[in-house]
């Protein structure tokens, strides 16, 4: 009944987005998703990674024989496209294999499995439509925040972070230095976030084919939080990033006819009174929070329970994120301090959730809500005297993104069982 009801509310969230999408003349999730079962799909890694997530519940004999089906019709269709001189100009030439694969689950979960073997399968079928269902949606989203959010509060944003030193025209100097090979590693590093994502839910969901059921909590869940929660905060904070409202917008896309002025990255804003900007009803209002900061958090933080490779590449990933944020010019630097904190309360929320609501949990989740609100009223109404005293507003903000992550890690230290040896001493009987 639980899942029953999950899918009710995703289904009935997705309709309302592709009617939202539709209002404005474009496909909504589900149709673009559907459309990938023939048409060239967005990202083919992605749907690999979707279909990877799937394959958790089945044997390894089900895993071989789902990847080779998915790679033979993925060959298939690449022949017939070329055989009729379909040409794939947007999109990847491979990954329809993958969601047949997946779709092919669902059906085999609901035709040829009963009881709890029928459920396991279609949780893991769940599990892989979500990840790249995701991707739709958070597309779709998008969409609404340009054309329902003309005006875009980078002014106010662009002084606040005044107060950490303007990291991101920082960076943006440190990232043109490097050339197009630091460029094209961090971009391609941007980009496959989600498979980062996958490989490190696949080592926690290791042992769900054995087990036979998925554990209490893993970085999927708080993947697709993260999605469904960040974007709700875009409406409320409309911000387009500095190289849009101060440069020539992404890839030289034309934005100097929107922005204050082509300042990034070498010359960081003057101090100034800020004003509501108006900006084009095709930019994505998509900075406040960082959701690519706050879903690196989240591989980070999940990847420390790993060995040793996996926290590597956490860590790796993690800052690799951060400096594509700042150095494309992306997100501001108060943009990640408020993807750091939204991502340490959901995942404490979450953890929460999985424990029972105990006293420890509701202070971290309070406290971490807290700071999160104080940080976006601050960018709001204290630009001013944040970017004209940067020596007290710069290490307050870290101050408090640090109190967030160390009322987690002190937390969940609290959370974790206490370890139980083996041959502990009894104690001895006193003598009367």
């Known amino acids: 009944m639980m899942w029953a009801a999950v899918g009710a509310v995703v289904l009935a969230f997705l309709v309302a987005l592709e009617i939202a999408a539709r209002h404005y003349g474009e496909p909504g999730p589900i149709t673009s998703q559907a459309r990938e079962v023939i048409c060239a799909p967005k990202s083919g890694p992605l749907l690999y990674a979707g279909m990877a997530l ?3 519940v089945l044997t390894w004999r ?4 789902a990847l080779g089906a998915a790679v033979g019709i993925d060959v298939v269709i690449w022949l017939v496209r070329w055989a009729s001189g379909h040409q794939v100009t947007d999109g990847h030439l491979f990954g329809n294999g993958a969601l047949w694969v997946v779709l092919g689950g669902g059906v085999v ?3 040829r499995r009963t009881g709890r073997e029928r459920l396991l399968l279609l949780q893991g079928v769940g599990l892989g439509l979500l990840l790249v269902t995701g991707r739709k949606t958070g597309d779709a989203w998008l969409l609404i925040t340009s054309k329902t959010r003309p005006m875009v509060l980078d002014q106010y944003v662009a002084l606040a972070d005044h107060a950490l030193g303007d990291p991101s025209w920082l960076v943006g100097r440190m990232v043109e230095a490097t050339g197009p090979i630091g460029a094209h590693v961090l971009d391609y590093v941007y980009v496959q976030l989600a498979v980062a994502a996958v ?3 696949l080592y926690q969901l290791r042992h769900v084919a054995r087990e036979r059921r998925f554990p209490r909590h893993h970085l ?3 993947f697709l939080v993260i999605g469904l929660v960040g974007p ?3 409406m409320i904070f409309p911000t387009v990033g500095p190289i849009f409202a101060y440069g020539d917008g992404a890839f030289g896309t034309g934005g100097l ?5 082509d300042l990034w990255p070498h010359t960081p804003p003057p101090v100034g009174t800020p004003h509501l900007m108006a900006y084009d009803e095709i930019t994505p209002r998509n900075c406040m929070p960082s959701l690519h900061t706050a879903w690196a958090t989240a591989i980070f933080l999940h990847s420390r329970t790993g060995p040793r490779i996996l926290r590597w590449a956490g860590t790796f990933w993690l800052i690799a994120t951060l400096t594509a944020t700042l150095g494309f010019g992306y997100h501001y630097g108060v943009d990640l301090v408020a993807g750091v904190v939204f991502t340490f309360t959901i995942e404490a929320a979450l953890r929460s959730f999985d424990r029972g609501w105990e006293r420890s949990g509701i202070l971290l989740v309070a406290y971490g809500t807290a700071v999160f609100t104080a940080l976006l009223v601050s960018y709001r109404f204290l630009p001013m005297p944040m970017a004209r005293h940067p020596w007290f507003f710069g290490p307050l903000l870290l101050l408090l993104m640090a109190s967030v992550v160390y009322g ?4 969940a230290r609290m959370w974790e069982p206490k370890p139980v040896w083996a041959n502990q001493p009894r104690p001895q009987p006193e003598l009367v």
């Open 232 to 234: 709700g905060i875009y």
């Open 220 to 222: 999927v869940r708080t």
């Open 257 to 261: 006819h929107w922005a204050v002025a």
């Open 62 to 65: 089900e895993r071989f024989i």
């Open 199 to 201: 490989v490190v839910a």
């Open 408 to 411: 987690y890690a002190r937390t």
């Open 54 to 56: 799937m394959m958790v």
């Open 109 to 111: 979960a609901l035709t």
